[in-house]
């Protein structure tokens, strides 16, 4: 019964995507959640304090109180207000900014789909969330969302053109523009196109800062300045919607900054099998996180919040021997290694946040016209050159061997 | 400073404040937007106006030394400094040395909590959301020496006129000592933070200008002044308590931007610290209170005196008529006057910037309004 379902679902191509996506979506919400758990706690440790601490042992139910108290407040539209702008512009925002996950591959063998123009489509489909900005801050009727809203078309133009510049030097190596080609194309070359292409990395870097509305680049919603910029007449859950949508952008660019210069969901140095002991890396993280929740757990002062503890970390020992065995072990090698690269890159967003002052706003955009463009111009051009004769090499060298025969 | 705008468009006018949360309390700055570009400022005052300056006149000399806290509440020790130097001027009393260094040692505490409340907020208005947090760290370190010394930490009305209320606990000077052994490496730490960091250099170099006539004209005083290269701080030029006997530096900036004023603040919390280790050298057992009768009952007559407050010249006018109560008296805030210098130092910046110059003034609305 069992097995006829189960081969049911995959002959079905329809209902294996939808699970896939349900499966994706689910995950992905839970995760942006505890993103914000995850700044407000490390924001609080680079500053001194202690973050949320009230809301469950740690504050770890602090995500879930907020989505409910945000889900319970009034949905405010005010009087001025263009209505139906006002109540779809968060919506395209959520919207683009999930739908971009359908094309980005997890692991080598799960993804929701894989389209021969991933890469273009992603950038097409997450060009359109600023939409959401703009038109939330125009049909707002207000001084400060609309300055806030103006701000963001300024920096996407800016700031669009030379991201998806350093992408296209990616694209001259790989050839392809599926996502799951540029990984694999990494494997083979048995080099991260980091390496290659170390300068359209850092620009896609700062590119996506910018991007995803972060600071340095916070300025369509620069608090000190705008009051909240683009979402000040929100409230409730159309506000929660936004603040998803942003930090679902950040893992957003994370994944594709991971898949197309780190190497998605390979192993570090893949080609090196000196290093084939990495793929136990999964079972140590899962011992080291056990021993940090019990080190927690011994500096909590409440005893519920002890044996609370003592669960999770029992949970994750049991975690760490389920992926023991050799059969899981290898399958979720991509995944974890794909989420321990896009964690990395969550963690730098954070930690810029702590760190800069917010540019200025025509700063901003001198940086992105007189910097960034012509640096992911002259990166371009000298790919294509150096790209051009290698591969001019090869061909010359493939008709010597084959004249040879 | 360009009258019309790009492409004729009618100009935007908006309501920064009262609230919100880059004016430091409830100042309302009306802007006239070009965009983003500023083409005019227009300050509107007097959301916090509680009349001090007519309550003193119901009130003796006495009664009235706690209101003066709750003008300039971030600095409420110099506040009091001023006032009861004033009246005790009036009065022709001498205070004792122990007094006076006591004096200067907690002013000078209060100037560091000062400006470091300037500074975090300062770095928080332009986005750096982190030293407000190391900021106030340090500055609870003197909240508590105060909180030890008088039993409040805000407004503490630390002084009486004629000396100290409260001799010195035991243990003030090791307190003391220990902040500044304690604070220069903090403050080490903000300028790593800062100080060469690009951004911070590009959002405050040649924002809000103000060249040194200008700002004589206008009147303004403190780091704002000394930013533009002025050398005046009243501890120098009209020294009272014994500032005369103690050695420091006046740090002066020399063009007078945003960057200039934060170095000038910075500079002087580590002067403060300078005095404050001399006067902890000097203060000595004896007397902390004057020879002043229990009924204060100054002659006829009219006295000003200034003294040199965190946020600049904080003079007092005091006329009395022979009576137990103040005939007149008249504050000189500083913050009211330096925030005139808003529209000059604004001309021609981007809405980021007025952000940025309001929070170099370092005003406090109560001090404004009074």
Redesign the interface.
């Known amino acids: 019964m069992l097995e006829n379902a189960f081969e049911f679902v995959m002959a079905t191509p329809l209902l294996l995507a939808l699970i896939k996506i349900l499966i994706i979506f689910g995950v992905l919400s839970g995760i942006v959640a505890y993103l914000v758990y995850m700044e407000r706690k490390v924001?609080a440790f680079?500053?001194?304090?202690l973050g949320p601490m009230r809301v469950g042992p740690w504050g770890l139910l602090q995500p879930v109180a907020d989505g409910l108290k945000l889900l319970l407040k009034e949905d405010i539209i005010p009087a001025g207000a263009d209505e139906w702008l006002f109540l779809l512009a968060p919506a395209i925002s959520v919207f683009a900014a999930f739908t971009v996950f359908a094309v980005i591959p997890f692991a080598g063998n799960f993804y929701v789909t894989d389209i021969n123009i991933g890469l273009l489509f992603i950038l097409a489909i997450s060009s359109l969330g600023i939409y959401g900005i703009i038109l939330g801050g125009w049909a707002s009727n207000s001084?400060?969302p609309l300055?806030g809203a103006?701000?963001s078309s300024a920096q996407l133009v800016s700031y669009e053109v030379a991201g998806g510049m350093a992408l296209v030097g990616v694209l001259l190596l790989s050839g392809s523009l599926s996502m799951v080609d540029i990984v694999e194309r990494q494997s083979g070359a048995g080099v991260w196109y980091v390496f290659l292409q170390p300068v359209a990395f850092l620009i896609y870097v700062i590119a996506a800062v910018a991007e995803t509305n972060r600071?340095?680049f916070?300025?369509p919603e620069?608090?000190?300045?705008?009051?909240a910029g683009f979402h000040t007449e929100y409230s409730g859950f159309r506000f929660a919607l936004y603040f998803m949508a942003e930090y679902t952008n950040m893992v957003v660019v994370s994944c594709i900054a991971v898949t197309l210069f780190l190497g998605g969901w390979l192993r570090p140095f893949a080609s090196v099998s000196a290093l084939d002991f990495l793929k136990f890396a999964p079972i140590v993280a899962f011992l080291g996180a056990a021993i940090f929740i019990v080190w927690l757990g011994l500096k909590s002062l409440v005893t519920l919040e002890r044996y609370f503890f003592v669960v999770l970390a029992a949970a994750c020992v049991g975690l760490a021997v389920l992926v023991a065995y050799p059969a899981i072990l290898n399958a979720i090698q991509g995944v974890f290694w794909f989420s321990a690269k896009v964690l990395v890159f969550l963690y730098a967003f954070i930690w810029y946040?702590?760190?800069?002052?917010?540019?200025?706003?025509?700063?901003l955009m001198s940086i992105g016209w007189r910097v960034m463009i012509p640096l992911a111009l002259a990166n371009l051009i000298v790919t294509a050159v150096l790209r051009y004769f290698w591969l001019a090499h090869h061909a010359a060298t493939a008709v010597a061997v084959l004249g040879r025969q | 400073m360009q009258e019309t705008t790009f492409l004729d468009a009618n100009e935007?006018v908006?309501n920064m404040g009262p609230q919100?949360?880059?004016t430091h309390g409830v100042l309302r700055v009306k802007l006239k937007l070009d965009?983003?570009r500023v083409l005019g400022t227009e300050c509107i005052i007097g959301y916090l106006h509680r009349g001090v300056e007519k309550i003193a006149e119901n009130r003796t000399y006495a009664q009235f030394a706690p209101y003066v806290d709750r003008m300039d509440y971030v600095a409420a020790v110099t506040n009091g400094m001023g006032y009861v130097e004033a009246v005790e001027k009036l009065l022709g009393v001498e205070i004792p040395p122990r007094a006076q260094y006591t004096r200067m040692i907690l002013a000078e505490l209060q100037r560091i909590a000062s400006h470091l409340l300037w500074l975090g907020t300062h770095?928080?208005?332009?986005?750096?959301?982190?030293p407000v947090?190391?900021t106030f760290?340090e500055r609870e370190e003197v909240l508590k020496i105060f909180e030890e010394y008088c039993g409040a930490r805000l407004t503490t009305h630390a002084f009486r006129i004629g000396g100290l209320q409260y001799d010195l606990y035991d243990g003030f000077e090791r307190d003391v000592k220990k902040f500044c052994d304690y604070f220069p490496p903090k403050v080490d730490e903000y300028e790593q933070?800062?100080t060469k960091?690009r951004?911070?250099i590009?959002?405050t170099r040649k924002i809000g200008v103000i060249t040194a006539e200008d700002a004589i004209a206008l009147g303004v005083t403190g780091p704002v002044l000394r930013g533009s290269g002025v050398k005046w701080d009243i501890r120098k030029a009209q020294p009272y308590e014994a500032y005369d006997k103690v050695e420091f530096d006046v740090p002066v900036g020399e063009h007078g931007d945003t960057y200039d004023r934060y170095v000038v603040r910075m500079a002087e919390m580590r002067q403060s610290i300078r005095i404050i280790r001399q006067c902890v050298e000097r203060i000595a057992p004896g007397p902390i209170f004057g020879k002043v009768g229990k009924v204060l009952k100054p002659p006829a007559g009219e006295v000003y005196h200034s003294i040199e407050a965190p946020k600049g010249e904080l003079g007092y006018y005091v006329v009395s008529d022979g009576t137990v109560n103040p005939y007149r008296v008249r504050v000189r805030p500083p913050s009211l006057i330096n925030l005139q210098a808003l529209d000059i130092m604004s001309r021609d910046h981007?809405?980021?910037?007025?952000?940025a110059i309001i929070g170099t003034l370092d005003i406090v609305l109560g001090e404004v309004d009074r």
């Open positions: 924001l680079m500053q001194a304090r001084h400060y300055l103006l701000r600071n340095p916070d300025l620069a608090e000190s300045e705008l009051t946040r702590a760190t800069f002052p917010r540019y200025r706003y025509d700063q | 935007l908006i919100h949360p880059a965009g983003e770095a928080l208005d332009i986005g750096a959301m982190t947090f190391y760290r933070l800062l960091n951004i911070w590009d959002r981007l809405v980021a910037d007025i952000v």
